[in-house]
């Protein structure tokens, strides 16, 4: 647009005038862009306009950055103006089809999909028929004996025997010496107990035991049936029993405390 305003303002009176300064622009573009930087850097082209003679000089800004005194200085694009756009031309006719294309490469295995949901259960099927029976087998070897069972539960307490004879001596010196303890009057789970001691001439207690002397029946239970030491760290020197009553009694009765002693 600014290369078109200055031409208009440069345009002669006459088209004779307007050929001539045409062919002397065209003629100083084409002497001048041989060995000069025309256009510049930035596409423009710069020239000088003698305003006595009308010459028109395209010059280098590279060499001759200004226009003489007698001369105006112009400037105009390499590149005019962008032309307003033709009109569409007609359609074509269609062209010949083109060949086949070669098959592509076969595309990569796409992922695996969900797993589809379980179908639902079929329905059951019919009983076969029973199959004959088979022949009996040899008979096993006897297996291993078994572990020893637990023992069994304890059984009742037999009926109290009678009172036997006093105590005497033994052969060999052995001393079986007896105590009476008075029982029965005491409530059911109280001890009931006494101790048969030895004598200085034999003085070790090596066995003892006890007796219950009643009318009836008594229910009690041994706690203590063991040899006692009257000095501690020494061998027992006496026998000592202690019972515990299971049931009411309806009498009175003795509990017997034996010891063997021996020298």
Same mark, same amino acid.
């Given at each position: 647009?600014?290369?078109?305003? $200055?031409?208009?303002? $440069?345009?002669?009176?006459?088209?004779?005038?307007?050929?001539?300064?045409?062919? $002397?622009?065209?003629?100083?573009?084409? /002497?001048?862009?041989?060995?000069?930087?025309?256009?510049?850097?930035?596409?423009? $082209?710069?020239?000088?306009?003698?305003?006595?003679?009308?010459?028109?000089?395209?010059?280098?800004?590279?060499?001759?950055?200004?226009?003489?005194?007698?001369?105006?200085?112009?400037?105009?694009?390499?590149?005019?103006? &962008?032309?307003?756009?033709?009109?569409?031309?007609? !359609?074509?006719?269609?062209?010949?089809?083109?060949?086949?294309?070669?098959?592509?490469?076969?595309?990569? +295995?796409? %992922?695996?999909?969900?797993?589809?949901?379980?179908? /639902? +259960?079929?329905?059951?099927?019919?009983?076969?028929?029973?199959?004959?029976?088979?022949?009996?087998?040899?008979?096993?070897?006897?297996?291993?004996?078994?572990?020893?069972?637990?023992?069994?539960?304890?059984?009742?307490?037999?009926? &109290?025997?009678?009172?036997?004879?006093?105590?005497?001596?033994?052969?060999?010196?052995?001393?079986?010496? &007896?105590?009476?303890?008075?029982?029965? %009057?005491?409530?059911?789970?109280?001890?009931?107990?006494?101790?048969?001691?030895?004598? !200085? %001439?034999?003085?070790?207690?090596?066995?003892?035991?006890?007796?219950?002397?009643?009318?009836?029946?008594?229910?009690?239970?041994?706690?203590?049936?063991?040899?006692?030491?009257?000095?501690?760290?020494?061998?027992?020197?006496?026998?000592?029993?202690?019972?515990?009553? !299971?049931?009411?009694?309806?009498?009175?009765?003795?509990? &017997?405390?034996?010891?063997?002693?021996?020298?």
């Amino acid at each position: 647009m600014r290369a078109t305003a $200055i031409m208009r303002s $440069i345009t002669p009176r006459n088209r004779v005038q307007a050929a001539v300064l045409t062919a $002397i622009v065209v003629g100083a573009l084409t /002497a001048g862009v041989s060995n000069a930087s025309v256009p510049d850097g930035g596409g423009v $082209i710069h020239g000088c306009y003698n305003n006595k003679t009308g010459a028109l000089k395209v010059i280098d800004t590279a060499k001759t950055p200004n226009c003489p005194k007698n001369a105006t200085s112009l400037t105009w694009n390499q590149t005019g103006p &962008q032309g307003l756009t033709g009109a569409t031309g007609a !359609t074509g006719s269609q062209g010949v089809p083109g060949a086949t294309g070669a098959t592509g490469a076969t595309g990569a +295995t796409g %992922a695996t999909g969900a797993t589809g949901a379980t179908g /639902a +259960t079929g329905a059951t099927g019919a009983t076969g028929a029973t199959g004959a029976t088979g022949a009996t087998g040899a008979t096993g070897a006897t297996g291993a004996t078994g572990s020893q069972g637990p023992p069994g539960a304890t059984g009742a307490t037999g009926p &109290q025997g009678a009172t036997g004879p006093a105590a005497t001596n033994t052969a060999a010196g052995d001393v079986v010496i &007896q105590t009476f303890e008075t029982c029965g %009057a005491e409530s059911i789970g109280q001890n009931c107990g006494g101790v048969a001691s030895c004598p !200085t %001439a034999e003085p070790y207690a090596v066995g003892g035991g006890f007796m219950i002397a009643s009318a009836t029946p008594q229910a009690y239970s041994a706690q203590l049936d063991v040899g006692v030491n009257m000095v501690p760290g020494g061998p027992p020197t006496a026998w000592q029993v202690v019972v515990v009553e !299971t049931a009411a009694a309806s009498n009175p009765w003795t509990l &017997q405390v034996q010891a063997i002693c021996s020298p």
